[in-house]
């Protein structure tokens, strides 16, 4: 078992990782932002050691870049990074999908699990309708972990858990800086769900890739208006 202090200092590496993420995810540390290991104690209160930890898994994310001499910086990923994401999220859903046909995925998606997805997609679609994007990343984040928690192994989860985290870091200055951002804000939650419950994995397949290609509609748009 290991000591508590062990625990303590593990716990507390993981809440200031959660922070920065929140930080990023909420705009307030923009893409090439640096800072230091010193400053992140500092404003947090805490030693160094947890915070070195928490940033250095973040770089190990792609969220952060590292430099020896100047501390870190916040990744600034490109248009092409963005459609890289996109189309690999798209493949490995497709995929997952492809393999669970009618009853083995009305098998999966159902009891309290597909209760607590149905909320949040209840949530993100309002969020999303509201252009309220702060709302928005959260619900929407929260819906997708559990969604494929629901359908593909943790593994799968994981990763596309990662993807989605970057391509909200991309997005969010962006959307944020754009008088119509709210427009492009995917609110196709709710119809994905009712696709699952009624286990029809081609409907749910076909929402899907009206997300994806959404996003990468958004993404020609981003890239004609910065040429």
Same mark, same amino acid.
């Given at each position: 078992?290991?000591?508590?202090?062990?625990?303590?200092?593990? !716990?507390? /590496?993981?809440?200031?990782?959660?922070?920065?993420?929140? $930080?990023?995810?909420?705009? *307030?540390?923009?893409? #090439?932002? +640096?800072?230091?290991?010193?400053?992140?104690?500092?404003?947090? #209160?805490?030693?160094?050691?947890?915070? %070195?930890?928490?940033?250095?898994?973040?770089?190990?994310?792609?969220?952060?870049?590292?430099?020896?001499?100047? &501390?870190?910086?916040?990744?600034?990923?490109?248009?092409?990074?963005? *459609?890289?994401?996109?189309?690999? =999220?798209?493949?490995?859903?497709?995929?997952?999908?492809?393999?669970? +046909? &009618?009853? *083995?995925?009305?098998? %999966?998606?159902?009891?309290?699990?597909?209760?607590?997805? /149905?909320?949040?997609? $209840? $949530?993100?679609? =309002?969020?999303?309708?509201?252009?309220?994007?702060?709302?928005?990343?959260?619900?929407?984040? %929260?819906?997708? %972990?559990?969604?494929?928690?629901?359908?593909?192994? /943790?593994?799968?989860?994981?990763?596309?858990?990662?993807? =989605?985290?970057? !391509?909200?870091?991309?997005?969010?200055?962006?959307? =944020?800086?754009?008088?119509? #951002?709210?427009?492009?804000?995917?609110? #196709?939650? @709710?119809?994905?769900?009712?696709?699952? !419950?009624? &286990?029809?994995?081609?409907?749910?397949?076909?929402?899907?890739? @009206?997300?994806?290609?959404?996003?990468?509609?958004?993404?020609? *748009?981003? @890239?004609?208006?910065? /040429?």
């Amino acid at each position: 078992m290991p000591a508590s202090g062990a625990v303590t200092r593990s !716990t507390l /590496r993981q809440q200031i990782a959660d922070a920065l993420r929140d $930080e990023v995810l909420a705009g *307030r540390l923009l893409p #090439g932002q +640096e800072f230091t290991v010193k400053q992140i104690a500092e404003q947090y #209160g805490v030693s160094a050691t947890p915070v %070195r930890e928490a940033l250095v898994d973040l770089s190990a994310q792609d969220l952060l870049d590292s430099d020896q001499h100047r &501390g870190f910086r916040v990744h600034q990923f490109s248009v092409d990074d963005f *459609r890289g994401m996109v189309e690999a =999220r798209a493949l490995v859903v497709d995929a997952v999908f492809r393999q669970l +046909e &009618g009853e *083995r995925l009305a098998a %999966r998606a159902h009891g309290p699990a597909l209760v607590s997805v /149905r909320r949040r997609a $209840e $949530e993100a679609a =309002r969020a999303a309708r509201g252009g309220d994007l702060n709302i928005l990343i959260g619900y929407d984040l %929260r819906f997708w %972990r559990e969604l494929c928690a629901l359908v593909a192994n /943790r593994y799968v989860a994981e990763f596309l858990h990662r993807l =989605r985290v970057q !391509t909200w870091v991309f997005s969010v200055p962006f959307l =944020r800086a754009d008088a119509e #951002g709210g427009k492009w804000l995917w609110s #196709g939650h @709710e119809r994905l769900v009712t696709a699952l !419950t009624l &286990g029809d994995a081609v409907a749910a397949r076909a929402v899907i890739a @009206e997300y994806d290609d959404h996003s990468l509609k958004w993404a020609e *748009r981003l @890239e004609r208006s910065h /040429r």
